[in-house]
């Protein structure tokens, strides 16, 4: 590569896949410009004409994408949605699907804590269902949009054409299948209703299992990842997943409180967002400690306090995650 060209791309914070594809597409031109010019006034040039520039790849912009984060409640989609949603190149939908699918329901947590109305989404309700992403990708100017609605039958509009053959988008469909350690996913259950172990089991493997057949009848281009190895070892477990969806892993994105985020997300996660705003809806399950929490990095690991030991023991063992893993 030409290093002028080099040294302008390297100025350029990775993730801005356009503004190194534009930058580097301006410098052939001017490149070419020269040469061209060149041609124009030499005299006799009755040698033949040699390449005047090397022969290098225009960086193509990436594909629109659409990321559909699939699991069972509370297993931490909100909290992924959010983070991933803090790179550079992406944007946090939230559970998308609820403006389209649930008429009049509020499309912008945070403008609703603000009671302004949502200078990106104010108009989503005259939007048609089969434009909900190329409406999203225009109005957030991003490449990558994360959506964590969960909902079977919300991403099979997408991921299905007529007679139920994979549709053909305009945009890239991936999908991440989030699991959580069962136990920490019972004990986030235990703090909103009583709940037995072994049905609770049957929940989570249930689901699991339908988001599991539903990637391989489709055939989806899917990542299986666990939130507990996200929370615990970010360094080691987002370098994979960022790569799964075309970005370079930015350890700041942890901190996705720093971004402003509109769309939906109103449990824990987005306490570190809204919860100091008056009229925000946030449902945490346990308010005091996402207050003693908020804008911090953290592993949930509540469930080796709070569950019986036989509990714990039950919801441990290996085979209900290496079923998936
Ligand atoms: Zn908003």
Request: aromatic share 10%; proline share 6%; charged share 20%.
């Given at each position: ?61 990436a594909k629109r994408t659409v990321v559909f984060i699939l699991s ?5 989609s909100?909290?992924l949605s959010?983070?991933l949603g803090?790179h550079?190149s992406a944007?946090?939908l ?39 992403f ?8 991003s490449n990558c949009l994360i959506d964590c609605s ?5 991403i099979?509009?997408f991921a ?6 994979p549709r053909?988008n305009n945009f890239d469909l991936k999908v991440v299948h989030l ?32 988001i599991?057949?539903f990637i391989?009848?489709y055939r989806l281009r899917a990542l299986r990842v ?14 994979r997943l960022c790569d799964f969806l075309g970005f ?78």
């Amino acid at each position: 590569m030409n290093p002028q060209w080099k040294h302008q791309l390297d100025a350029i914070p990775f993730g801005s896949v356009a503004s190194r594809s534009r930058v580097f597409h301006s410098a052939q031109l001017r490149a070419h410009a020269r040469a061209s010019s060149s041609r124009r006034h030499a005299v006799m040039p009755a040698i033949p004409v040699m390449p005047v520039m090397p022969v290098v790849p225009i960086v193509p912009i990436a594909k629109r994408t659409v990321v559909f984060i699939l699991s069972e409640r509370q297993s931490g989609s909100t909290w992924l949605s959010y983070v991933l949603g803090s790179h550079a190149s992406a944007s946090h939908l939230g559970e998308y699907r609820r403006p389209f699918t649930m008429p009049g329901h509020v499309a912008c947590r945070l403008c609703e804590a603000r009671s302004q109305p949502c200078p990106i989404f104010h108009d989503i309700h005259s939007i048609p269902l089969e434009r909900a992403f190329d409406y999203a990708f225009e109005r957030l100017g991003s490449n990558c949009l994360i959506d964590c609605s969960k909902q079977l039958s919300w991403i099979s509009r997408f991921a299905l054409g007529e007679n139920g053959v994979p549709r053909e988008n305009n945009f890239d469909l991936k999908v991440v299948h989030l699991l959580r350690d069962p136990r920490g996913w019972f004990a986030s259950q235990l703090r909103r209703s009583p709940l037995a172990a072994v049905d609770a089991i049957a929940t989570w493997q249930n689901t699991n299992r339908q988001i599991a057949h539903f990637i391989q009848q489709y055939r989806l281009r899917a990542l299986r990842v666990l939130y507990d190895d996200l929370t615990g070892r970010p360094a080691d477990a987002f370098p994979r997943l960022c790569d799964f969806l075309g970005f370079d892993f930015q350890p700041a994105a942890l901190h996705y409180w720093n971004k402003e985020h509109h769309g939906l997300g109103g449990n824990g996660a987005a306490f570190s967002l809204l919860g100091s705003l008056p009229q925000a809806k946030v449902t945490t399950g346990d308010d005091a400690f996402y207050q003693q929490q908020s804008q911090q990095m953290f592993c949930d690991d509540r469930w080796r306090s709070e569950l019986q030991s036989s509990d714990a023991d039950f919801l441990g063992q290996d085979h209900w995650l290496a079923e998936f893993l």
